[in-house]
């Protein structure tokens, strides 16, 4: 699956023809997000800027009461994952079209039928079809400006998902004809310095990984996330040292674009042993492994990520 209509490339964002009345949902502020919309010359709009990053199921409800009644042509998802998500729950709620618009690019959110959306405080994966963008719009225009750390954690996170994807045993011809696809682009971007590039290579991986899975790197990664470490600073040792476990024909070149982009070993608060309880049950990432992983494994994993420097 992916989106019906998908736009890329320089001026992108600029050309696409977007429908009257349209509900712009983002997570920045009017400094930023209007200079965005100027260069996407829409008309007809209304913004709604409260979105929060890790977006509540209050939020998105909250809006859906806040425009009842009024005729909304479709809503425009610009920013990074939490504006998307929250689009895309709003979309099924009401049956208004959405539009995709990733301005920090690696999630490849707006190619896939995820939502992270929090219940009760706890951050939930959904999956569901009707989360799968109209439109999605991928235009390096809206790189410029990106801290370097959000850029790095961005691109570490697509070439993850796309190498991972590759190796998933839910993977197939047509998805790692994607993956494979992305990672090149990606580490072309990364390791020969062509930011431009990242966003292409981040919405590809979208498509590849998006209708396979990952893998054991990122069911690594979540014990270190759940103590504040960025998604992609996470990934960044945690699919190095799970590449080497599954013998990832791209071991040697993930480790490259984790070392280009600076990354520092990581730590764990926790104790190995209780990590690997928490890790074990994510049968997800696990089971779509392309070898079978055991507690021990699991535990070998995170003592070669804490303890020896997997990025040397
Ligand atoms: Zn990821």
């Not at 260069?39 to 990053?53: A, F, L, Q, R």
């Not at 042509?73 to 995709?100: N, Q």
């Not at 998604?231 to 990832?248: D, M, Q, R």
């Not at 674009?257 to 690997?276: G, N, R, T, V, Y």
Request: aromatic share 10%; with cysteine.
């Amino acid at each position: 699956m992916m989106p019906k209509k998908i736009m890329f490339g320089e001026n992108a964002a600029k050309e696409f023809p977007y429908p009257k009345n349209s509900l712009v949902i983002t997570t920045t502020t009017p400094d930023i997000y209007s200079k965005w919309l100027d260069y996407m010359s829409i008309k007809n709009y209304e913004v709604y800027d409260k979105v929060t990053p890790d977006p509540a199921i209050e939020t998105v409800e909250g809006i859906k009461k806040q425009y009842e009644g009024k005729e909304i042509g479709a809503y425009i998802g610009l920013g990074g994952g939490s504006s998307m998500d929250v689009c895309k729950y709003l979309s099924k709620l009401t049956g208004v079209p959405k539009i995709l618009i990733p301005t920090t690019f690696g999630t490849g959110a707006e190619m896939t039928t995820y939502a992270v959306i929090s219940f009760d405080h706890k951050k939930k994966l959904l999956q569901d079809e009707a989360f799968l963008a109209d439109a999605a719009i991928v235009d390096p225009y809206f790189l410029a400006g990106t801290p370097f750390n959000i850029m790095r954690n961005s691109a570490c996170d697509a070439a993850a998902q796309a190498s991972e994807g590759y190796d998933s045993k839910a993977g197939n011809p047509f998805t790692q004809f994607f993956c494979k696809e992305a990672f090149d682009i990606l580490y072309d971007a990364i390791v020969n310095d062509k930011p431009n590039m990242l966003p292409y290579g981040a919405m590809l991986s979208g498509i590849g990984f998006g209708n396979a899975s990952t893998t054991l790197g990122h069911a690594l990664s979540y014990v270190f996330s759940n103590e504040g470490v960025p998604h992609g600073y996470a990934l960044s040792s945690c699919t190095t040292v799970a590449h080497k476990f599954n013998k990832s024909p791209y071991y040697e070149r993930f480790k490259k674009i984790a070392q280009k982009l600076k990354f520092e070993p990581l730590k764990l608060k926790q104790s190995l042993d209780q990590a690997a309880d928490v890790i074990m049950p994510d049968r997800g990432h696990l089971d779509n492994n392309p070898i079978p992983v055991s507690k021990q494994d699991v535990i070998k994993c995170l003592e070669e990520i804490v303890n020896a420097n997997p990025l040397a």
